[in-house]
């Protein structure tokens, strides 16, 4: 199994940007693809964004699209969301989650970190 950690998260006000960042430890070599979900207060956990660690084209939650950007560094076992245009909307606790059984199934998770956007 892997282990991630996210970072980057903060307080922005609307219109500002971010990136977090997500380092990915442990068997690296079993990671298919790494994800971004997010979840507001009393809200359900959404998919935001999800990129293969192989390559490919990445996917996005029409909420975000045209906004965030998810990339990945496999020299730095990391991965990224740049967040640009940010709405009190976008307020959340973002993981990071990876996948390693190729199937879309993402099963190791981070612990969190916090975006706050203000109006």
């Known amino acids: 199994q892997v282990q991630l950690v996210e970072s980057g998260g903060g307080l922005v006000q609307a219109g500002g940007s971010l990136r977090l960042s997500c380092a990915i430890s442990g068997r690296t070599f079993k990671v298919y693809a790494m994800g971004w979900f997010r979840q507001a207060p009393g809200k359900e956990r959404e998919f935001v964004a999800a990129v293969s660690w192989i390559g490919g084209r990445p996917f996005y939650a029409s909420s975000v699209k045209g906004r965030f950007t998810i990339y990945r560094d496999n020299t730095k076992n990391t991965g990224y969301l740049q967040m640009n245009s940010l709405e009190p909307e976008d307020t959340a606790v973002y993981y990071c989650?990876?996948?390693?059984?190729?199937?879309?199934?993402?099963?190791?998770w981070g612990q969190g970190t916090q975006v706050t956007v203000s109006s």
């Open positions: 989650a990876a996948d390693e059984s190729g199937t879309a199934d993402f099963g190791s």
